[in-house]
């Protein structure tokens, strides 16, 4: 159970294809970000949006592109992707970005590029 | 900068036996201390967070965690685990500071179960 869902679950996709992961959290939260989870390495941070406003880019390349239209949705478009940008990518809500404060996350999209 | 370490990746226990997964950080500044849990095929959720007070922390599930400064350590324990209790565990921290502060992950630990 969980107030921040992730659509699609699972998606294969070209390296010219493009497609977009959609996330929306039902928690009345004001900031919302994307992770990074690959095998053996930590959690990275790609993005972080507070009240709709792009707040961090972790260093992030240009084929990742974040939408945030709402307080409540997150989208990631995706584009001329890498074999190694295979992962599985997490959507996180929180009340705000001011410390402390509890993350809570999607089921994450399982991403694979061929 | 912060670091987390989780030294160990994949720890196997009996079930009922008890369970410590071990988490250290580094940090210049104070810190916030939290453990999520992963089961398969879900995203993380928070089993418990350090803010200040009482340096023993209690959360879900029946799992505890202590903070110790010293040896920069937050390790994670429960003293009898359930099968249930198979998933990957995450430690983090993020800095006691004003404005935006990222959560820094460790890689994680396995927690396997077995009858």
């Known amino acids: 159970e969980t107030g921040v869902t992730q659509t699609p679950r699972h998606l294969v996709m070209g390296m010219t294809n493009k497609k977009s992961l959609k996330c929306e959290q039902h928690l009345g939260h004001n900031a919302m970000y994307w992770y990074k989870q690959s095998a053996k390495k930590p959690l990275e941070l790609m993005f972080v949006?507070?009240?709709?406003?792009?707040?961090e880019n972790n260093s992030v390349p240009s084929r990742f592109s974040p939408e945030c239209p709402n307080s409540s949705h997150l989208f990631l478009h995706l584009h001329t992707l890498q074999p190694e940008d295979s992962a599985l990518y997490l959507c996180?809500?929180?009340?705000?970005?001011?410390?402390?404060?509890?993350?809570?996350f999607g089921p994450g999209t399982r991403l694979t590029v061929t | 900068a912060q670091s987390v370490t989780q030294l160990d990746s994949q720890v196997p226990v009996f079930e009922e036996a008890p369970v410590e997964l071990r988490c250290n950080y580094s940090s210049s500044v104070s810190v916030y201390l939290f453990w999520y849990v992963q089961y398969p095929n879900q995203g993380l959720q928070l089993l418990l967070k350090y803010l200040s007070g009482s340096t023993l922390v209690k959360g879900i599930n029946g799992f505890e965690a202590e903070f110790n400064k010293s040896q920069t350590s937050f390790h994670l324990r429960k003293p009898s685990v359930h099968i249930s209790d198979t998933a990957e565990y995450f430690c983090?921290?993020?800095?006691?500071?004003?404005?935006?502060?990222?959560?820094?992950f460790g890689t994680g630990t396995r927690l396997l179960v077995s009858p």
């Open positions: 949006y507070n009240f709709k406003e792009q707040t």
């Open positions: 983090a921290v993020s800095s006691d500071g004003t404005g935006f502060q990222k959560l820094v």
């Open positions: 996180a809500s929180s009340q705000g970005t001011g410390n402390p404060y509890e993350q809570y």
